[in-house]
Each structure stands twice: as C-alpha cells, then as structure tokens.
Nanobody
Framework: VQLQASGGGLVQAGASLTLSCAAS????????MDWLRQAPGKAREFLAR????????HYADSVKGRFTISRDNAKNTVLLQMNSLKPEDTAVYYC????????????WGQGTQVTVSS
C-alpha cells in the first residue's frame, strides 16, 4: 500500500492550495480517508474525513468552511482544497487511511509541507 501526498508549498496568507493524495494497493471503498497536519512542537491534528463508500464528509471546527475534502474515484485520489490560508495553517499535512469500524489509522502518506507567510 502506498499513499503519495503532494501539492504543498509556500504561499502567502489568504491564498489557496490543493493537496492531493494518491492511493495504490488498497481498496478504498472499505475505508475512510483523512487529512491531518502537524505543526512544529504540536500534536498531530485531524482536519477532514471522507467516507469513500458514500462520500460523507466531516471536518474539524478549525478548518470548517475553509477546507474541502473530496475524492476522485477513478484516480483513487483524495483532495484537500484549502482556501483563505493563515500562517497558523503552516504544518506538515498527512493523508491517512482509516478503518471506520475500529477508528484506527492503518496506512499513512509521507506528508507534504505547507508554509503560509504573513
């Protein structure tokens, strides 16, 4: 199983970025796909989830209304559209495959750095 995250970069406050996570070697219809992030010196933070089977989504309050998670079934890819970025959004962003029945992450991507300058 491989999760390949991409799309990070350096942007100014107020800008937008779209992160992508391409999955291979796993049947995503059995899982949820999450985006999380970790800023320096802070704990890893859940951001957004999409249930692959039916497309249901869930967001952390900190990003609700600014971030949108979506999926491309044909490409086995999950996207995170991030708008109105703030300096406090600076972090390494990870995608992860989660077993919804037990609430456990089973696969992780390598992370992609997002840096938002003020």
């Amino acid at each position: 199983v491989q999760l390949q995250a991409s799309g990070g970069g350096l942007v100014q406050a107020g800008a937008s970025l779209t992160l992508s996570c391409a999955a291979s070697g796993v049947t995503l219809s059995n899982y949820d796909m999450d985006w999380l992030r970790q800023a320096p010196g802070k704990a890893r933070e859940f951001l957004a989830r999409i249930r692959w089977r039916n497309g249901d989504t869930h967001y952390a309050d900190s990003v609700k209304g600014r971030f949108t998670i979506s999926r491309d079934n044909a490409k086995n890819t999950v996207l995170l559209q991030m708008n109105s970025l703030k300096p406090e959004d600076t972090a390494v962003y990870y995608c992860a495959v989660r077993r919804g029945d037990v609430g456990r992450y089973v696969y992780w991507g390598q992370g992609t750095q997002v840096t938002v300058s003020s």
